[in-house]
């Protein structure tokens, strides 16, 4: 056929298929991605973007074209505009595999917009992007490597003068750099694929998932409505099927839906309603919702933080229906492990985890869900290790915990996701930890504190990495028992100098008469804490603390600066004494940090000073052995020191 492209040129490529030479098949079934905890590191891949889209596969024979979906419902009606663009390709016959995306005002895929454009039969604006070419020109390419595919589907592409069909490229940045950008940049992760490996229908090991947030389809059991109410959803009711064929209740989600896609759900409902849940494990009811349970046939899509312990999602984000998908298909998408550089296949049969438990354990009684999750990307630290750390510290820990408002730190995606900082238990139930009395701190939900190791292991069940306990113990919050010195460096600083800086401070303190503590950050700099009995106002101390970091910088205008702001610390040593103020909190001693490297704010002796190398210097892999072979607490008098601000010290720092 003149003017037609093909790949006379390239190796002919061995035959996989039933189908006889040149018979283009009429269906094929695509090759499926397995979610992993982590990327793999033997063997060659190629990553690309996980698109927020619906999986398509092109076929073109002798000018026909028809976009089948993953499931093989054809879809080339729905979208007219891609099957006019797909017929212009130069090709006698051919399979694509590729994603249909609508993008943003900024060039990313929104799932949205998709659905938008197929509720209202406006599809112009969708692109396809190809990442895979099967079958091209009477050849099977199945067999061919992942490499030589895509490099003949580029070529292919490059003829293209549509910006309707695009080439998925594929990057060269190692993968958990990748995935960071994917978060940072509001995607769903990435796919990585074996460079070498054939393409191979159904779900593999050769193509993974990293996800940003775990995302997968539920079945919609049924939904709430305000109690008494005839009509509106105000939540979805989810469920997804076990191996046996049974459906579990997964858990509620908000819908965000317009009012006409509303009315559109609850009229696809209404010929669906049923008496009673189909799933085996319905939650109770409530007071203020009327439960309306239907036939498991309607499907949505949701992201989510994690499973919890008995199998519901957590904190889930509605995306949006699915009519691509059957029901009965829909199951609990099993996070696989990958074990020495290779992704372990997933398990089948009666060896399989239990869905809403895979990757648990039991730790002094508690579960521990998603015990395998990588935290920390960098260094590989898992869930488990963090759970652990904080089970072995809490004997050291505690002393510096109980009684004290702590304030939490939570790591849902792990640390390079996004942060949240709490004081309040708000839907979190944490076992062990201690609620204080509301009348300590009126008009705010009650304040926590961590007084027995079941609250350390709950917290860190929860996702909270960083502990930052207020500078006042329960019941007296009127009065703090202590102020915090800061030590924060220009970043151009070396270590020598931060650590010539606290002995200097140390100095600065003794001669004020006040005896004083330290303790790495797990971050940056220094952390000097000095105890004091609870005779002081919030405001005395707090004044009095800024009178010790100016009193410093006069004194050592050259290491130091109380004023606030980057500008105002070139070179120098800013000593934050703002943490002093009734409800400012400090990361606690032996609290690990979110940051790469999980650094741990280690209490250490004045003596020691001179040995210690980094502010993380101490991890939740080596501080446990730290305090193990150390023996006598660095902080020996910490308790029993008593001291208060006299007119005396005042005078000293020159505070009228």
């Given at each position: 056929?003149?003017?037609?492209?093909?790949?006379?040129?390239?190796?002919p490529?061995?035959?996989?298929?039933?189908?006889?030479?040149?018979?283009?098949?009429?269906?094929?079934?695509p090759q499926?991605?397995?979610?992993?905890?982590?990327?793999?590191?033997?063997?060659?891949?190629?990553?690309e973007?996980?698109?927020?889209?619906?999986?398509?596969?092109?076929?073109?024979?002798?000018?026909?074209?028809?976009?089948?979906?993953?499931?093989?419902?054809?879809?080339?009606?729905r979208?007219?505009?891609?099957?006019?663009?797909l017929?212009?390709?130069?090709?006698?016959?051919?399979?694509?595999?590729?994603?249909?995306?609508?993008?943003?005002?900024?060039?990313?895929?929104?799932?949205?917009?998709?659905?938008?454009?197929?509720?209202r039969?406006?599809?112009?604006?969708?692109?396809?992007?190809?990442?895979?070419?099967?079958?091209?020109?009477?050849?099977?390419?199945?067999?061919?490597?992942?490499?030589?595919?895509r490099?003949?589907?580029?070529e292919?592409l490059?003829?293209?003068h549509?910006?309707?069909?695009?080439?998925?490229?594929?990057?060269?940045?190692?993968?958990?750099?990748?995935?960071?950008?994917?978060?940072?940049?509001k995607?769903?992760?990435?796919?990585?694929?074996?460079?070498?490996?054939?393409?191979?229908s159904?779900?593999?090991?050769?193509?993974?998932?990293?996800?940003c947030?775990?995302?997968?389809?539920?079945?919609?059991?049924?939904?709430?409505?305000?109690r008494?109410?005839?009509t509106?959803?105000r939540?979805?009711?989810?469920?997804?099927?076990?191996?046996d064929g049974?459906?579990?209740?997964?858990?509620?989600?908000?819908?965000?839906?317009?009012?006409?896609?509303?009315?559109?759900l609850?009229?696809?409902?209404?010929?669906?309603?049923?008496?009673?849940?189909a799933?085996?494990?319905?939650?109770?009811?409530?007071?203020?919702?009327?439960?309306?349970w239907?036939?498991?046939?309607?499907?949505?899509?949701?992201?989510?933080?994690e499973w919890?312990?008995n199998?519901e999602?957590?904190?889930?984000?509605?995306?949006?229906?699915?009519?691509?998908?059957?029901?009965?298909?829909?199951?609990e998408?099993?996070?696989?492990?990958?074990?020495n550089g290779?992704p372990?296949?997933?398990?089948t049969?009666?060896t399989?985890v239990q869905?809403?438990r895979?990757?648990?354990?039991?730790?002094?009684g508690?579960?521990?869900?998603?015990?395998?999750?990588?935290?920390?990307?960098?260094?590989?630290?898992?869930?488990?290790?963090?759970?652990?750390?904080?089970?072995e510290?809490?004997e050291?820990?505690?002393?510096?915990?109980?009684?004290?408002p702590?304030?939490l730190?939570?790591?849902?995606?792990?640390i390079?996701g996004?942060?949240?900082?709490?004081?309040?238990?708000?839907r979190?139930?944490?076992?062990g930890?201690?609620?204080l009395?509301v009348?300590?701190?009126?008009?705010h939900?009650?304040?926590?504190?961590?007084?027995?190791?079941?609250?350390?292991?709950?917290?860190?069940?929860?996702?909270?990495?960083?502990?930052?306990?207020?500078?006042?113990?329960?019941?007296?919050?009127?009065?703090?028992?202590?102020?915090?010195l800061?030590l924060?460096?220009d970043?151009s600083?070396?270590?020598?100098?931060m650590?010539?800086?606290?002995?200097?401070?140390?100095?600065?303190l003794?001669?004020?008469?006040?005896?004083?503590?330290?303790?790495?950050?797990?971050?940056?700099?220094?952390h000097?804490?000095?105890?004091?009995?609870?005779?002081q106002?919030?405001d005395?101390?707090?004044?009095?603390?800024?009178g010790?970091?100016?009193?410093?910088?006069?004194?050592?205008p050259d290491?130091?600066?109380?004023?606030?702001?980057?500008?105002?610390?070139?070179?120098?040593?800013?000593i934050d004494?703002?943490?002093?103020?009734?409800?400012?909190?400090?990361v606690?001693?032996f609290?690990?940090r979110?940051?790469?490297?999980?650094?741990?704010?280690?209490p250490?002796a004045?003596?020691?000073?001179?040995?210690?190398?980094?502010?993380?210097?101490?991890t939740?892999?080596?501080?446990?052995?730290?305090q193990?072979?150390?023996?006598?607490?660095?902080?020996?008098?910490?308790?029993?020191?008593?001291?208060?601000?006299?007119?005396?010290m005042?005078?000293?720092?020159?505070?009228?």
């Open positions: 056929m003149a003017g037609r492209w093909n790949n006379s040129n390239k190796k490529p061995r035959r996989a298929t039933k189908e006889p030479p040149g018979v283009t098949p009429s269906l094929v079934e499926l991605g397995t979610l992993v905890n982590r990327p793999p590191t033997d063997g060659e891949w190629s990553y973007i996980k698109f927020d889209g619906y999986r398509i596969l092109a076929r073109i024979d002798a000018g026909d074209v028809q976009l089948f979906t993953r499931n093989g419902h054809d879809w080339s009606d979208m007219p505009k891609l099957c006019a663009a017929k212009a390709l130069p090709v006698d016959n051919v399979w694509l595999d590729g994603e249909a995306v609508v993008l943003d005002a900024a060039g990313m895929p929104n799932f949205n917009a998709l659905q938008n454009a197929f509720d039969r406006s599809t112009a604006e969708i692109v396809l992007f190809f990442f895979d070419l099967l079958y091209l020109n009477g050849t099977d390419l199945r067999e061919q490597s992942l490499r030589a595919r490099a003949l589907l580029a292919l490059g003829e293209v549509t910006d309707a069909l695009r080439y998925s490229e594929d990057f060269a940045q190692d993968p958990d750099s990748l995935v960071t950008s994917a978060c940072k940049m995607l769903e992760g990435i796919i990585g694929k074996r460079a070498d490996a054939p393409y191979r159904g779900r593999s090991t050769d193509w993974v998932k990293l996800k947030k775990l995302r997968q389809e539920f079945v919609v059991a049924g939904f709430t409505r305000l008494g109410a005839n509106g959803i939540a979805l009711l989810l469920g997804v099927y076990e191996m049974t459906l579990r209740f997964a858990g509620t989600a908000q819908q965000n839906l317009r009012p006409s896609q509303i009315a559109a609850e009229k696809k409902a209404k010929t669906l309603v049923r008496k009673t849940s799933c085996y494990n319905p939650p109770a009811p409530e007071k203020d919702r009327d439960y309306v239907l036939e498991p046939r309607l499907v949505a899509e949701l992201s989510f933080l919890t312990p199998g999602v957590r904190h889930p984000m509605f995306h949006g229906m699915r009519d691509d998908k059957p029901a009965a298909a829909v199951t998408e099993p996070v696989v492990d990958v074990a290779e372990v296949e997933a398990q049969g009666s399989r869905p809403g895979r990757n648990n354990v039991t730790l002094s508690q579960k521990i869900s998603n015990a395998d999750r990588v935290i920390d990307p960098v260094t590989g630290m898992k869930k488990i290790d963090l759970v652990r750390y904080y089970d510290i809490a050291w820990a505690l002393p510096y915990l109980q009684d004290r702590v304030s730190v939570r790591a849902p995606d792990g390079a996004e942060l949240f900082f709490q004081k309040h238990e708000e979190m139930r944490i076992p930890i201690t609620k009395p009348a300590l701190h009126p008009k939900p009650s304040l926590l504190a961590v007084d027995v190791p079941e609250a350390l292991i709950g917290l860190a069940q929860m996702n909270v990495i960083e502990l930052h306990t207020w500078n006042a113990v329960q019941p007296d919050l009127q009065h703090p028992d202590r102020f915090v800061d924060d460096p970043p600083l070396s270590w020598k100098m650590t010539e800086a606290a002995q200097l401070a140390k100095v600065l003794d001669e004020v008469g006040l005896k004083s503590f330290i303790k790495t950050s797990g971050g940056k700099g220094y000097i804490v000095i105890p004091l009995t609870r005779r106002s919030w005395e101390v707090k004044t009095f603390s800024q010790v970091a100016r009193h410093m910088a006069q004194v050592m290491r130091f600066s109380a004023v606030l702001g980057p500008k105002n610390r070139v070179g120098k040593i800013f004494y703002l943490r002093n103020s009734k409800g400012a909190s400090t606690a001693a609290s690990a979110a940051r790469s490297g999980m650094g741990v704010s280690m250490i004045w003596e020691e000073l001179p040995e210690i190398e980094a502010a993380d210097q101490w939740i892999h080596s501080a446990i052995k730290r193990r072979i150390l023996g006598a607490d660095p902080w020996q008098g910490y308790a029993r020191c008593r001291q208060g601000l006299t007119v005396a005042k005078r000293a720092i020159d505070l009228k």
